[in-house]
Each structure stands twice: as C-alpha cells, then as structure tokens.
Nanobody, 126 residues
C-alpha cells in the first residue's frame, strides 16, 4: 500500500505561483512513476505532469508545458508541482498519483495509476 497526501492548494491571482506537495508513505520502494492530475467541476480528470522516479525524466501536458514543473526530493518521499504563471483555466482539484512497477515515459492516463491522494484545491482568479 502507498499512502499519498497532497498539500499546498490555495486561492491566487492570475499570474501568480503555487507549489503543491505530495507526501508518500507506506510501501514506496516499487513506485516508479508519480503523477499530478487535475479535475475541474464537470470535467474529466486530466494528467498534468508525470515523473519517472528512477531516472528523473518528466513529462507535461501541452496546456502546462513551460509553466509547471514536477520534481521530487532527494529521499523520494515527496513530489512537488511548481506552478507558475497561473491562469483561471488552471482552477481545479489537484491530485497526486503513484504507479507501481514501471516508469512513466509520457503523461500516462489516470487508469495507469493505482494509488491516489485526496486532492488539494487550486483556485485562480482573474
């Protein structure tokens, strides 16, 4: 079992920045791919960024490329999502997810992730 807890969500003005954190606990040794997803009201949950934890390779949705950065700490027990130049369209609940056994290679769909956090709300006002 892998337990994930997100934090860092808040309300910000357009153009501002936020950093989300995802703390991992439990049996994390097999975790090879971490992802950040978001879901706005009435919309599907979409992948934002993924990180292969063994190689450090990162992958981004086109909508956030150049504005968001996914990273991990040296102990690999926390994953971050640095969000810059935020837009109103970034408003959503943000979820952290973990995939066991294989690396990311791209922004994998939600069905490829077996463990999820409860989410943290990001609201961007214009």
């Amino acid at each position: 079992q892998v337990h994930l807890v997100e934090s860092g969500g808040s309300s910000v003005q357009a153009g501002g920045s936020l950093r989300l954190s995802c703390a991992l606990s439990g049996f994390t040794a097999g975790t090879k791919c971490m992802g950040w997803f978001r879901q706005a009201p009435g919309q599907e949950r979409e992948g934002v960024a993924t990180l292969s934890t063994d190689t450090g390779n990162d992958y981004y949705a086109r909508s956030v490329l150049g504005r968001f950065t996914i990273s991990q700490n040296s102990d690999k027990n926390t994953v971050y999502l640095q969000m810059n130049s935020l837009k109103s369209g970034d408003t959503a609940m943000y979820f952290c997810a973990a995939r066991i056994g294989s690396s990311c290679f791209y922004v994998r769909p939600r069905g490829d992730f077996g463990y999820w956090g409860q989410g943290t709300q990001v609201t961007v006002s214009s």
